[in-house]
């Protein structure tokens, strides 16, 4: 394998190691803010409610939007270990 390759393998792997660091970061901040209707307009019918410092939230969907940014930083922090991989144990 080529310097070229493993120095493309490296960069690949410090830009999927970024993009999971703001995923994850995006996945500890997100909330989704309390409402008695949802995204379409339609009445809930017992919302989850969440309280903490800056008032209430929707908890289930806060933690659908979390699963979803986990997913992310997941498959991002994936590519980052085999990119290292790839850099480490050069074919």
């Known amino acids: 394998m080529s310097l070229v390759s493993l120095?493309?393998?490296s960069?690949?792997?410090?830009?999927?190691?970024?993009?999971?660091?703001l995923a994850w970061t995006r996945?500890?901040?997100v909330?989704?803010?309390?409402?008695?209707?949802?995204?379409?307009?339609?009445?809930v019918q017992a919302p989850s409610l969440g309280l903490d410092e800056r008032?209430?939230?929707n908890a289930?969907?806060?933690m659908r939007k979390q699963a979803n940014w986990n997913r992310y930083a997941?498959?991002?922090?994936?590519a980052t270990a085999m990119c290292q991989?790839?850099?480490?144990?050069?074919?």
């Open 27 to 29: 996945s500890a901040t």
């Open 60 to 62: 289930q969907e806060t």
């Open 11 to 21: 960069a690949l792997s410090c830009l999927f190691a970024f993009l999971s660091a």
């Open 85 to 91: 991989m790839i850099v480490t144990f050069p074919l």
């Open 74 to 78: 997941a498959g991002f922090g994936a």
């Open 31 to 43: 909330r989704v803010p309390y409402s008695l209707r949802d995204h379409e307009g339609e009445p």
């Open 55 to 57: 008032g209430r939230f």
């Open 7 to 9: 120095m493309n393998a």
